[in-house]
């Protein structure tokens, strides 16, 4: 949970500034990374979106606690 969004935007302005990462690069690391979650099984498969609704009812009962 983000609790100081303005903090957090300036955190990632910074680390844009210091990195200069092309978007080629960027994506070549999520490309490993997503490959990596596929190949340890932190992701079911190559679809990111499936099982994405049971996710929202998950979340949204989470939410409503407390309420």
Do not use: P, T
Request: net charge negative.
């Amino acid at each position: 949970m983000i609790k100081n969004a303005k903090k957090l935007e300036a955190f990632y302005n910074a680390l844009d500034a210091q990195e200069h990462l092309s978007v080629k690069d960027a994506m070549a690391i999520f490309d490993l990374l997503h490959a990596e979650a596929v190949a340890v099984g932190a992701i079911h498969s190559g679809n990111m979106l499936e099982g994405i609704e049971v996710d929202i009812r998950i979340a949204d009962a989470i939410n409503r606690v407390g309420q």
